[in-house]
């Protein structure tokens, strides 16, 4: 007997995404739910490395930087970077958010390419949506092939390697997923279109929730539309996703919070945000 779904494959996918990205071994549970507001997102930008940025406090919290994990965990001169402040690192990227995307004229901008209703453009659309479910199915099937391999014992369910590929498969199905929802609204009916009242309506939420004096509101509004930020003593690079700011502009509209993905474009044209003269 079939048995109906509870919920859509593609809501399943995306939770298993955000399962595998908050796994303890991906990221640490004091960095998922760290109320500082870069955290999980802020990477140190030093040569070779990359690791995450964690809060470290001076003079009884008086003083809060951002620095390198690997100073931290490993060693002092492990990285060669240095401590920034915490609050000029916040007020940088929501400052460079409000000015740079937070703006219906700019959201217009950037997503220009969703905007756009040409024949040539929904022909364009109509092969990337054929293209993302061909890769679904691909993917999909390469996870279930791992899956019959530990159903046959030829491979150990208690395998690192194996949790590490199906978790990079379930986040991959996620970000597809999201892609495809995203093609087959820029091809559906009017009604799915972006409008100026909603990118307008998008704007004064989000540029509203970057200031809520709750910190953990303030990251959950942050993450709509980043994916990743590299400090540097120099520059803040900050990184977004043009599917995933579709989606939350939809889903923002509705009241709902957007799913990120790994695609960075919103920043394309101009990656570094440089830091204030002294």
Known sequence: ????????????????????????????????????????????????????????????????????????????????????????????????????????????LLLEAVLDRSDSALAERREALKARKAEKTRVEGQKMRLLELVEMGELSARDPQLSERLQAHSARLAAIAVEIRSLEQQLAQPRREITDDTLARFARIVREGLRQDDPTLRRAYLRLIVDEIVVTPETITVRGSKAALEHAVFAGADGCEGVLTSIREWRARRDSNPWPSD
């Open 1 to 108: 007997m079939e048995v109906p779904a509870i919920i859509s494959a593609e809501d399943f996918e995306q939770v298993q995404a955000k399962l595998a990205k908050h796994h303890p071994k991906v990221t640490a549970a004091r960095t998922v739910n760290s109320p500082t507001l870069t955290a999980g997102l802020a990477k140190c930008g030093a040569d070779g490395c990359g690791s995450g940025m964690i809060l470290r406090t001076g003079k009884s919290g008086q003083y809060r930087y951002l620095i390198c994990d690997r100073k931290r965990t490993i060693a002092a001169d492990a990285c060669s970077s240095s401590p920034v402040p915490m609050k000029e690192v916040d007020d940088i990227v929501i400052t460079t958010l409000q000015d740079q995307v937070l703006s219906p004229q700019r959201l217009s």
